[in-house]
């Protein structure tokens, strides 16, 4: 029985970057799909007033909208929203919630907010928050085939190293 130990063999550089190279760039797509803020607000009004907001969603994707009385000093009496295009009305709340619309393109979207305050002070606040999810973009085939061909030579590297370590630089440790 011998009485040195055998270290664990350690995989090449090339195939320990490919393997961080994947690992960031799943990562890095992981956080692109993540849903972004487009109006992040919060308004006080007196009496009865209106706010307008303007926004652009770049591309096809799910545009989502809250409206929130903060119930500050007291509720609103009345309290809507409207959202429209250049050419039409997408929709509307009657009274705070909230409302998503599926775009099939980007473009400028308006947000249009009509309150009634009431109470002693005449005052009311609210917050409106728009945020869009693109939608996931379907990968091209050039790439399918640039990471299946990269794979293949790491693995082929990875093979020729497990049959004979010496012939990628790496002394085997015995």
């Given at each position: 029985m011998s009485s040195r130990?055998?270290?664990?063999?350690?995989?090449?550089?090339?195939?320990?970057?490919?393997?961080?190279?994947?690992?960031?760039?799943?990562?890095?797509?992981?956080q692109a799909l993540l849903a972004s803020p487009l109006v992040v607000s919060t308004e006080l009004f007196s009496g009865s007033e209106t706010a307008d907001y303007t926004f652009t969603a770049p591309t096809a994707g799910t545009l989502d909208i809250k409206l929130t009385d903060l119930n500050w000093p007291v509720p609103f009496s009345n309290l809507f929203m409207s959202v429209t295009t250049a050419t039409g009305v997408l929709g509307s709340l009657n009274m705070p919630g909230e409302i998503s619309f599926d775009l099939s393109s980007g473009g400028v979207f308006f947000a249009h907010i009509f309150g009634k305050a009431q109470g002693g002070l005449n005052l009311g606040a609210y917050s409106l928050n728009c945020s869009f999810e693109p939608i996931a973009p379907v990968p091209l085939p050039d790439g399918g085939w640039l990471l299946v061909g990269s794979l293949m030579v790491a693995g082929g590297m990875f093979h020729r190293w497990m049959k004979k370590p010496e012939a990628l630089g790496t002394a085997s440790i015995a």
């Open positions: 130990q055998q270290m664990p063999r350690q995989l090449p550089v090339p195939c320990q970057l490919a393997r961080w190279t994947l690992v960031g760039s799943s990562i890095l797509a992981s």
